[in-house]
Structure formats: C-alpha cells, structure tokens
C-alpha cells in the first residue's frame, strides 16, 4: 500500500517513474512489477543467463520450462489486469552484445525469439560490451553524464556509438 501511495504521490509531479528492481523474488519487487506501464528486464547475452526467462533446448529452441521470474512476472501481468484493467509492456533488453557475428549470438537471437512468442515480450537491441562503460562508472559518470559542464570526459566515437544505442533503446521503449 505504501508503494501504491508513493506512486500516486510521484505521478502528479513526474512525467516518468523508474524502479529499479532486485533480480530476486520478494514481495516489494513483485508489488513493483504489477505497477510498471513498462518492464525492462536485461541480460548478458549468453545461454547461461537465458535461464532467466526459462529453459531452451539448445538444438530445437523449442521452451523446455518457464523460470520462476517468468512465472511471476506473468503473475504481476494478471494482478495488473485485475486491479486496474491496465497492461504490462515487457521488453528483455539484451546487454553486453559482441560486436562480432558469431555461432552463439546467431542461436541466442533464435532462442529468446521463441521466447519472446511464448511469453509476450518484445527484444530490444541493447548495449554492446564496451570499456567506456567502466570507465564512466569509476567517474561516477554514465552516458548521459558527458556533455554536461564540468564531466571532463572527452568524447569519441565510442561514446556516440554507445549513445546511438541508448536512443535505441528510448526509441524501443517509446521514449524521447
């Protein structure tokens, strides 16, 4: 209830709400889940954190199993419909992408394809694996940071590259 209220308070001031969630199952991240317009779930592209979503048989695609947060985010969806007739757009957002083509991306793209079908959620290209990231983070700084007065961050192609991919993202969502 105190999150519902917090939510309502935070509406009539803020154009957008962000939570950012634990990747574990407890009681405030499911509450938090049934009130997002929009869920952005990331992960490592490797079929080792495929089995956020669920199991995949790794010769067919074919979905083997559901995980548990599958499952509930599922739940939170028809908590979400019962309590205000409202829906959930989830979107899984694949991070720490190589930039080479390869065997392994080719069959994740296959795999969270037949995901995707199964569970209801829409791919976003994400973000591919690159060193600016942590050296943003030891400034305290993130992509959004750099052209502000004062980051002392001197931009390269990198940087633009990686800040394409984040009005990807935006665009993905349906955000500026």
């Known amino acids: 209830?105190?999150?519902?209220?917090?939510?309502?308070?935070?509406?009539?001031?803020?154009?957008?709400?962000v939570l950012d969630t634990p990747g574990s199952d407890n009681p405030l991240s499911r509450n938090a889940h049934s009130y997002a317009d929009i869920l952005v779930t990331p992960m490592n592209d490797s079929f080792v954190d495929l089995d956020l979503l669920g199991r995949v048989d790794h010769e067919t695609n074919e979905v083997l199993q559901l995980s548990a947060y599958s499952e509930m985010v599922w739940g939170q969806k028809k908590v979400r419909a019962?309590?205000?007739?409202?829906?959930i757009d989830w979107i899984v957002m694949r991070n720490r992408l190589a930039t080479l083509d390869s065997k392994n991306k080719r069959n994740m793209d296959a795999a969270l394809e037949g995901l995707s079908r199964r569970?209801?959620?829409?791919?976003?290209?994400?973000?591919?694996?690159?060193?600016?990231?942590?050296?943003?983070?030891?400034?305290?700084?993130t992509l959004l940071d750099v052209r502000e007065e004062?980051?002392?961050?001197?931009?390269?192609?990198?940087?633009?590259?990686?800040?394409?991919?984040?009005?990807?993202?935006?665009?993905?969502?349906?955000?500026?």
């Open 150 to 176: 004062g980051a002392d961050v001197t931009l390269t192609m990198s940087h633009m590259a990686a800040l394409q991919e984040v009005r990807y993202l935006l665009q993905t969502i349906g955000g500026p």
């Open 82 to 87: 019962q309590r205000d007739g409202g829906s």
């Open 119 to 141: 569970l209801g959620f829409r791919l976003a290209h994400g973000f591919s694996e690159r060193v600016i990231f942590r050296e943003l983070f030891l400034k305290g700084l």
């Open 1 to 17: 209830l105190r999150l519902a209220d917090t939510l309502k308070e935070l509406s009539a001031t803020c154009d957008v709400i």
